[in-house]
């Protein structure tokens, strides 16, 4: 195995980032970490995960899909898109990592692939970075991601004073040969004292061992018809923080502007917690707060596993738990059903 000193790892950070865009986890002013591109002086921080998550690389916030302009009676079609250049991001946490493959499944398995996304994809190579010591708030151990051996197309540790590398695919086997002049061959000991000792702390989250085992797609309009969404729904403020800051969370609006004798199309987050989320012609399909509450969090648990394979939609980050301003979050609306009498789990209005 590959590692390098605490010491050097700026050094690291210089050499990579002066041949191709480097990002990486840097402290925010209000003293958070959020993903910033490296220049000198830039340090990596020692937050455990950014506010936002690392999705924002391949779905940004807001992106111009194509511009039309009227020449005479004619119209032409523009694409904005400029060619990408290779990046790096460094520092992903496992639950991230996991997020990436959740929206892979829809945008680059499904038909049609999204270019948009894919381009980005193709262009990036995620180094991930095993949580040397989780919050009170993670249980993404409950759906099988292992915090102490996140995937990506590098893993790293940070252990013993230093940052050990394991190259995962062939896109991190060029990032290696990038760093190869600053890293030095070791055994892997080190690593695994350090994963023995995350999976030490992870056993004793408290929400590690959340039951998941009745939330299945057999019992979909059980769930669907339970009391449990007018219950919980009634302090949601709609305010669509959950889904800003989840990994997951992958939906979107198009609008045209006019701009320059033109149109310009784009695209932006949307949140299945506002009141227009989807609205037609005719109406809006979710009238009530409890049904746009109950959308966001069977897609999650129950609608998304039915599509893909058992999967869920949830990566286990904890932000939802950290960020909303009423604390409502998942682990509430997981418990909530759990501990409702499966006999008489259904109730309240359709």
């Given at each position: 195995m590959l590692s390098i000193s605490c010491e050097k790892i700026d050094s690291l950070f210089e050499l990579l980032g002066t041949k191709e865009e480097l990002y990486l986890p840097v402290d925010n002013k209000s003293g958070k970490a959020d993903f910033a591109k490296w220049e000198k002086g830039v340090k990596l921080s020692s937050a455990l995960k950014t506010v936002r998550s690392a999705k924002d690389f391949f779905f940004p916030k807001t992106e111009n899909l194509v511009n039309y302009k009227m020449n005479g009676q004619t119209v032409e079609i523009e694409d904005p898109r400029k060619d990408l250049q290779d990046f790096v991001i460094f520092g992903v946490r496992a639950c991230d990592a996991k997020g990436f493959d959740i929206i892979d499944e829809v945008y680059l398995k499904m038909t049609p692939v999204d270019s948009y996304y894919k381009n980005r994809r193709d262009h990036a190579t995620v180094v991930t970075l095993a949580c040397t010591d989780p919050a009170q708030t993670c249980f993404c151990s409950a759906y099988g991601l292992e915090a102490w051996n996140p995937a990506g197309d590098v893993t790293s540790w940070l252990a013993g004073g230093k940052f050990f590398f394991r190259a995962n695919t062939p896109k991190g086997e060029k990032f290696i040969e990038k760093a190869k002049s600053l890293l030095t061959e070791e055994n892997d000991s080190e690593v695994k004292k350090e994963e023995d000792s995350i999976k030490a702390k992870v056993e004793k989250l408290p929400f590690t061992h959340i039951d998941l085992s009745k939330w299945?797609?057999?019992?979909?309009?059980?769930?669907?018809?339970?009391?449990?969404?007018?219950?919980?729904?009634?302090?949601?403020?709609?305010?669509?923080?959950?889904?800003?800051?989840?990994?997951?969370?992958m939906c979107f609006d198009v609008r045209d502007f006019k701009s320059n004798g033109g149109i310009k199309q784009s695209r932006c987050w949307d949140s299945c917690m506002y009141s227009d989320f989807t609205q037609m012609a005719a109406a809006n399909p979710r009238l009530t707060q409890k049904e746009r509450f109950r959308q966001r969090f069977m897609h999650k648990l129950v609608y998304y596993p039915m599509a893909h394979n058992d999967v869920f939609s949830c990566v286990g980050c904890g932000r939802c738990l950290e960020s909303c301003p009423i604390h409502m979050n998942v682990v509430k609306v997981i418990k909530a059903y759990n501990e409702l009498p499966q006999d008489n789990a259904e109730g309240g209005a359709k």
């Open positions: 299945q797609g057999k019992d979909m309009m059980k769930i669907f018809n339970s009391k449990i969404w007018a219950d919980l729904s009634q302090t949601c403020l709609g305010c669509g923080t959950c889904t800003y800051i989840c990994p997951t969370c």
